[in-house]
Every structure is written in C-alpha cells, then in structure tokens.
C-alpha cells in the first residue's frame, strides 16, 4: 500500500459563523477516481476548494503526498462548473490553454507542440484558433479541461463540470474524462450532485449530507464502486451493482431532503 | 428603391432644418447680425478652407484635446488600476478624489492660465484634469467588476502577480476602458472648445469668437457647424476603434 496521495484529517470548515463541514477524514489514493456527491448545500464544493487551497480549513489539515496544503499550487488543477466565467474570453482556444503553460514558465518554443497535444487529446485540434464565445458548452469545458492537462497535474479536482450541459453532451464527456484520467494516471476529486454520474464514473463515491451537527456528520457513507473498467453507458447502469448502490444513495439522498 | 430611402431617411430631418433656417435668415431675419443662412456659412466655410484657419484652427483644437486625454488616460487607468487593486490606496484617497473631482474644470481657467499662460499647455493641462476623473472612477470600477472566478484561475494556475495584472485584470478591464474612453473624448472636445471660447486665443473655439466679434454670423455659423462634424467623426473613428478591439478580443461577432 502506497501513501495516499491526498489526505483529510479531521478537516473542518467553517464559514461565517456556520458549520460547512464537520470534521472529515477520508484518503484518496494515487491514480484513483473519487466522486464527491450529496444534495446541494451540504458543502461538497467547499471541501474541494479546501483540496485546492483556495479555501482554508478551519480545524484539521489537508496533507498532498504528506505536505500541509496551505495555498493553490501547479500541482492540483481546478476544473470550474462555470466554464464560460473561467475561461478568458480575449483569448483563442490555444491562447487558454497556454496560459497554463506560461504560468509555469514553459519556454515559449515547447508552448505549441504542448498546446497542440493537449487540444488532440479532447478532440479540439481543429479549434484551436477560436474564441470561447464561438464555441458551443461542451466544448467549452473541454477547453477547461485540456487547459488543466497542460498544467501536467498529479491531482484534478472537478466541481460538477457536467452540471450544467444537456444528457448527451454530458454522457460523451464523462466517457471521455473517464479515458483520459486512466490514461494519464491522474488522481481525480469529482464532485457532483447527480447520483448516477458519481457510480458510473468513481471508485469510490463518497456521500455528504447538508446540515451537519452533534451525531450527523457531514461525510455519510462511503461506498466503493466494483465495477470493472472500461465502463459504457448503457451496461454499466443495468450492472447489479450499479443498481444496488443507486437504490442505497438515493434512499440516503432523499433522507437528506426529508 | 427601399435600400436607398432607408440609407437616406436619417438625412431627412437635418436637410429640413438647415433648409427651414435658410429659409428664416433669407426672409424674417434677412441682414440680421446674428443668424446668417447656411448657404452663406458654406461659403464662409470654403473661404476658411482656402485661407487655411480652418486647418490650423481645426488641427489645435483636436491637438490639444488629444493631448490632454492621453495624458487624462495613462494617469487615470494607471490611478484606476492601483484603487481598485489596493483597499488601502482607495481609503486613502477617497476624500481627496471626492473633493477635487466635483471642481468644475473651466473654473481651473484661471488658475491654469496663472501657472502656463496662453497656449497649448494651458489648454491641454484643463482637458487632462476634466478627463482625468471620469478615466480614474471608471478604470477603478472596471477592476473591481473583474469577473471573481478568473481570479481564482489565476491563483490556481499559479501566475504571478504582475502576470495577473498584465494578463487577466487589464484585458478584463478593456471593455469598459473603452466606455470610458469615449466619455473622455466627448469631455476632451467640449472641454477644448470651451477654454478657447473662454480664454485661450487659439482652435476653433476662438475662431468662432472672433467671427462673432467681428460681426461675421456667417462665419461663425460655420464655425459652429464645422465643430459639430469634427465631434460627430471622432465619436464615430472612437466607436470603430471600440469596435475593432472588442473583435479582436473575442467579443460576439
């Protein structure tokens, strides 16, 4: 057993006098695909802004490969819900995705080659020189996602990036995240509220319910997902085991609303 | 047929009323001092042409409003950025601005003509006061509007703090530069043609008061007319750069 890659320890958060997230510790292990799902409000996005360190705990620590994260590093890349407030909207396909690149200082001369990897992995080479506003949702939030790829991250939080883009749409780009995550071997924090999309695409889902307190902890269950890789959209719904852990996240879900 | 009524229509009302003037300064008002028929201020206007005032008149007054908006913008942004990125440098100075910003520039006339006496200077230094603050409040206002999420793609990717400033606030910030720039170049001209009215023996403001003067109403029928296309064709040149830019940035087609 390797050191996990990601560690909550009795990570706690409080914003403005209110419980966001009661103490929680869970591990997230390298190269692994962990869904974050449970209703809204109940601070899942919240936890992974404190992953990234864009949010500070207020009691607990967040450890990446054994070190406190104190502040957002190249390391761990952020792909935003909101992807038409996220990316630059002066800037060409290739132009987001190279600001990632010269963030971190790459050498102009490798910037293109990169860039261009990059844009062939989401399907986007034949785009690169247009602008987010000529591009339709989907694409969009691909653009986000090859911009996090050219960060060349060991850590990929996600914050519900299917959420507002229609069924199809969505289908398409969790097969493809789901390829180019194993692909790469990247460690991923995937957020969502839908139950179904957390099952199909995590090994491992973990469940947080809203108003945390004394004997209701926000991280409620913590459900591994034995379904073999690769997935499809349509057998892995009928597996028996994607149906058993639907029927017992979504009584838990709708206990969270009741 | 219908192409060319729709191209002509906005035509139609400003043909009229220097039709009907021409008709009231030929007949009612016909050897008044005042109001000359603008057929007689087209020719006054040619006459302007030929002599040359009207270039050099023209080529001052779009000089000197030029100059003080250059000056106005490149402190005011650089002052609007550094009040919308620092809380303290706004505290600081907020009072300051509140007192000064209400001044009215032509009551810094005197006071400019004291310090520079007549000419450019002078005229430049009221322009760049009284386009100075609408350039500071806006460029401030545009950095604080800069959308909160990209700033967070800034912290999560890691830029620096001037790669911050210089590739995510100020393109951001180039939309409503814009809306600002275009407030200052309409306060630049009526601005510059004020002072020359008011003081400064140059530009086509004291042309036109030197028209008056000398009981020339065609003359100075001209001149009015002539400061009119000159505001309307910056304001237009303005509008195309604005539109140009915002193209070029990836705005809606």
Same mark, same amino acid.
Do not use: M, Y
């Given at each position: 057993m390797t050191a996990p890659l990601l560690a909550f320890d009795r990570v706690a958060i409080t914003l403005g006098g209110r419980e966001i997230l009661s103490p929680t510790s869970f591990e997230v292990a390298r190269g692994e695909l962990v869904c974050i799902v449970g209703p809204?409000?109940?601070g899942k996005t919240t936890l992974l802004r404190a992953a990234s360190g864009l949010v500070a705990p207020s009691g607990g620590s967040v450890r990446r490969n054994g070190v406190a994260v104190t502040q957002p590093s190249r390391e761990v890349a952020f792909v935003f819900q909101d992807y038409g407030r996220a990316? +630059?909207?002066?800037?060409t396909v290739q132009g987001n995705v190279g600001l990632a690149l010269e963030a971190a200082g790459v050498p102009k001369a490798e910037r293109g080659a990169r860039i261009d990897g990059v844009l062939a992995k989401v399907g986007l080479a034949a785009h690169a020189h247009k602008f987010p506003a000529q591009l339709s949702g989907g694409m969009q939030q691909r653009v986000q996602i090859a911009r996090c790829l050219a960060q060349a991250p060991l850590l990929l939080l996600m914050d519900?990036?299917?959420?507002? +883009?229609?069924a199809l749409t969505r289908h398409g780009l969790q097969d493809e995240a789901a390829r180019l995550v194993h692909e790469d071997g990247l460690t991923v924090l995937f957020v969502t509220h839908d139950l179904e999309e957390a099952i199909y695409l995590g090994d491992r889902v973990i469940a947080l319910q809203s108003n945390p307190g004394p004997g209701r902890p926000s991280l409620a269950r913590m459900l591994e997902v034995p379904i073999p890789r690769p997935r499809d959209q349509l057998t892995t719904k009928e597996h028996p085991a994607f149906l058993r852990l639907r029927r017992e996240l979504f009584g838990f879900i709708e206990q969270g609303h009741g | 047929m219908a192409e060319w009524g729709a191209r002509l229509r906005p035509w139609a009302v400003p043909l009229l009323l220097l039709g009907a003037l021409e008709l009231y300064a030929r007949t009612v008002a016909a050897g008044s001092d005042a109001i000359a028929p603008p057929s007689a201020a087209l020719v006054a206007w040619f006459g302007a042409l030929r002599d040359g005032s009207l270039w050099q008149g023209t080529l001052f007054t779009l000089g000197s409003a030029a100059l003080g908006l250059l000056i106005a913008s490149l402190l005011g942004i650089a002052g609007g950025l550094l009040l919308g990125l620092s809380r303290r440098a706004d505290a600081s100075s907020t009072l300051t601005i509140e007192l000064l910003r209400p001044?009215?520039?032509?009551?810094l006339i005197p006071l400019a003509m004291l310090v520079f006496g007549f000419g450019l200077r002078m005229e430049t230094a009221v322009i760049a006061f009284a386009a100075f603050w609408p350039m500071l409040i806006l460029t401030r206002s545009a950095v604080r509007q800069v959308e909160p999420r990209l700033l967070e793609v800034s912290r999560v990717l890691g830029l620096s703090p001037w790669q911050r400033g210089w590739k995510i606030v100020l393109p951001a910030c180039v939309p409503r530069l814009f809306v600002a720039l275009r407030l200052g170049v309409a306060i630049a001209l009526v601005v510059a043609v004020t002072v020359e009215i008011a003081?400064?023996?140059?530009g086509m403001g004291y042309a036109m008061m030197i028209a008056q003067q000398g009981l020339d109403p065609a003359l100075m029928l001209a001149w009015l007319g002539w400061i009119g296309v000159v505001g309307y064709a910056v304001n237009a040149l303005a509008l195309q750069l604005q539109q140009r830019v915002a193209r070029a940035m990836g705005g809606a087609p």
């Open positions: 809204s409000g109940c990316l +630059l909207p002066w800037r519900e990036p299917f959420g507002a +883009l229609d | 001044i009215p520039s032509v009551a003081a400064n023996p140059h």
